[in-house]
């Protein structure tokens, strides 16, 4: 559900319902096949640890957003959303074919990959210097010896313990 709606945010105001539909059912389906399958054969998405998906939420599902606000933005939605004069420019790919102005239509979609561009190094570069600064301060990454202890290292105990029954670890991270 999270990944329809961050696919369904830059088209939002520029698409008609059933091109929503059409997004919310491959945002569903293409960020699940870049997690489960993508996940384990790509050496890049090998290298990052992201417990929490978070990368394929909002990564993937993003950019297949804005991709696909690229191919099925209506030219009479952006004139109404962006009130923009020359609004004939800014057409879908989808649109582009039927009315025959293939042109306006790519070059809609080069824009979109465009700013997808745009943002992609943006965040790149500000996350590097905020993770810089940070290192400074703290190290960003556990010692193996924690990692392998997973929660015990950090909080002193272990997950999922009930009613006290768990164990109490000594850990250097909290007074526990």
């Known amino acids: 559900m999270i990944t329809g709606l961050v696919c369904i945010t830059p088209a939002a105001g520029v ?8 997004m919310g059912m491959m945002s569903g389906s293409i960020p699940w096949y ?5 996940h384990k054969k790509v ?8 417990t929490m998906a978070v990368f394929h ?17 209506v030219p009479k939605f952006n004139r109404l959303f962006y009130m923009v004069t020359d ?14 102005r293939t ?13 997808i561009l ?7 570069t500000m996350t590097s210097i905020i993770c810089l ?11 193996e010896e924690e990692l392998q202890t997973g929660d015990d290292a950090i909080h002193g105990e272990e997950a999922y313990a009930l009613w006290g029954d768990g164990e109490k670890y000594e850990s250097k991270h909290n007074s526990v």
């Open 15 to 22: 698409v008609q319902g059933w091109a929503a539909i059409l």
């Open 34 to 38: 870049t997690m489960i399958v993508l």
């Open 43 to 50: 050496w890049f998405l090998k290298q990052v640890d992201d």
């Open 57 to 73: 939420t909002h990564a993937v599902a993003g950019s297949l957003g804005g991709i696909l606000t690229g191919v099925f933005a």
């Open 87 to 100: 609004w004939q420019h800014y057409i879908g790919l989808f649109y582009g074919f039927h009315d025959g």
């Open 103 to 115: 042109t306006a239509g790519f070059r809609q979609l080069g824009v979109q990959l465009l700013g």
């Open 118 to 124: 745009f943002v992609v190094f943006v965040h790149a």
């Open 133 to 143: 600064l940070i290192s400074l301060v703290v190290p960003l990454r556990l010692s």
